[in-house]
């Protein structure tokens, strides 16, 4: 994959930058802060997006909170356009276009996963080098990346998942800890079968302890009913005394419901206006009538408010329009373009001839001061003699001095016709005028949208205008109908009213129950008669029972019915109990069918446990002897890569499962923290590089440095250089960001094809 170019639309604090690339080497120089960083980074984010919310807010753009832009590369020989916007956590736009048909493609894909074949682990760790990272290596993440990708041809295919999904199976059986699990389930239930078969043949004991239960219950239960009717003969005595109490209620209730009545009928006079009062729905239309007048009221302030706003912010609109109509009676921006570029032309042309015809005057006058002063011999003598000479010179000079002059006089005149020009477009400069027709189109539709967006805001305005007008109508006709002089307060007002009628109404409907209920509690039909009849009810009750027998009665008739409930719910206890006992008793050969059933169905599901764990531990040596595979085929890559970075002074490394880096010396095996700062950088280069050879499938990533190369001497980084630039020789793209001079000189020097791009 080749990167062509860069457009920075807005990316952390980078806005409409464009950087372009070459295939091969290529250097990107440029002081501290002048974004080399955030340009490589910018690169990952193309292919990759962000990796987290630290990166998210670390190249987000202050003012909008988002990260957009595009990347134009080439792969395979076609050209694409990678488009990729965030706005924020899991909502990235992306975008894959073909230049050559112009359509988009690869829907759906990510970028990296269609032009390098690897997630950002790997590529971070092998073909992007940062700054001051030492070139190291996370050997967790990459060696399980390198396992899943030699393993399954995919990177997404984990073998730690396959061996895990082996062990939910296993456990989903049986756990480790014979504590759950399908089998551990199947145990417990047989185990409960039998246990079971032991309760069925208590139950049995217990269903004829219970029928003797229920026969000592019985009886109990007939003495009490017999004490119970005893006691209901003596409340009927109290229920004569309780009745003259009851009918006097009844009368204060009637009473309050005639007072009741008689302040509601006040209320309606006072609240009517010829025949009319205001109820529910004409307080919910006065209600709504008002929210809308202030809805329509405020909604117009804020269109005045953003009609102000938008005209002060496009104040240099009128200007733009001023400019395109002097163009256009100038002859339009092609004619005037054209007209400009033929003025210039004419200048350069007058002040080429009038150069020369000044020197055909010099030379002339030279010739006459020589003719005069020089003896010429034979055949030339005549041009000695006299004024001959000197005249024609003279003459011949005085030609070619007026047309120089005529040439510099076309030249002013040509000038003096831009300025009329510059005066007519009244703009103060050529390079005004050139940056107004570079942007006329632009101008042009900003014009039409502007008028456009006036347009719209007056026509909305007006509406409001004419909703507010009717609102204001429909508040005077709700008013008038109920006699009021102004609209103000009216809702308020009516949901008063209703809700007084309302509290007199239910106030009047809450005595009226109380009072019918009484009535229907007493028996009483005709509720006049019964009140004009009070007081020849006889009070006889009240005089033969004192309070204590009163309290007496009452306690043995709950006493009673309490003890009758008591024995009625024992009894019912029983009969249930009896019940559920004959429904629970299960034959005996039923559960011994079904524990033989779940004996064998234990069986079969062991055997597939001891199967899964067997695939398991499979997989998981298959796995082991893998990567105890890859790594001589990286230490050979990275031992060959090394010994050429290093002239020879190292030519092999020793690469661990987990990408430790060693060396030998003396014989012996050394971890590269031996190393010096310069080498270990190299030996870390060498073994990306060997990465990038192995899990790549072929394609060639651009290498990326952003200032990886500080800790290495000249000759060393020389090295490197060389051997970067012979991968730039076989298609591998080289970006190289450095603020350091002598990384430029050494590149140009070791490769005539560097391309350089400041910053």
Partial sequence: MIIRSLHMTDFSGAKGRDVSFRPGFNVVSGPNESGKTTVASFIKFMLYGFADKAERTRYFSWGSLSASGSMTVEDGGRSYRIERECLGPGRDKIRIIDLETGAPCFDGRDPAEVFLGVPAEIFSHTAFIGQAAGGSVDGEAVSAAIENILFSGDEATNTERAVKKLDEARVLLYHKSRKGGRIFDLTEERDALSLRLESSRRANETLVEREGAVGETRAQLETNKARLADAENGLERLDAAARRKSLTRLKELSDKVDELTAEYDDRCRRDEYRGFMPDAAYAAEAEWAERDLVRVSEALDEANEEYSAYMVRCGDVESLRSFNDRLENAGGGEEVSGRLDALHARMS????????????????????????????????????????????????????????????????????????????????????????????????????????????????????QTKKADAENEGVRLAETWGRLSFEGVAADAAESIEARAELQRETDKYALARDTLAGELGITDLSSALAALVAVPDDASEEITPEAEDRIKREYDFYRKQNDALNEKLHALEKDLAVLNATVEPAYELSAKVAALDEEIAGLTRKHDALVLARDELEAAADDLRNSVSPRLAATAGELIGSMTGGKYDSLGVGRSLELAYERDEQSHGVEYMSAGTRDVAYLALRFALIDLLYGGKNPPLIFDESFSRLDDERFRRVVGVVSQMASRGVQTLLFTSQSRDSAIAAECDENVNTVTL
């Fill in 349 to 464: 042309r007058c002040k080429g001839l009038s150069a020369f015809f000044f020197c055909l005057t010099a030379l002339c006058a030279a010739f006459a001061v020589c003719a005069y002063f020089i003896k010429f011999p034979e055949p030339f003598a005549f041009l000695s003699d006299g004024l001959l000479p000197v005249l024609i010179g003279g003459a011949a000079g005085l030609i070619f001095l007026l047309c120089g002059i005529g040439a510099v006089v076309s030249r002013s005149r040509a000038r003096l016709e831009i300025n009329e020009l510059l005066c007519d477009l009244d703009v103060d400069s050529e390079n005004e005028l050139e940056n107004r027709l570079a942007t006329l189109n632009f101008d042009e539709t900003r014009l039409r949208i502007h008028d456009s967006r006036v347009t719209e805001y007056e026509n909305r305005i007006r509406d409001l």
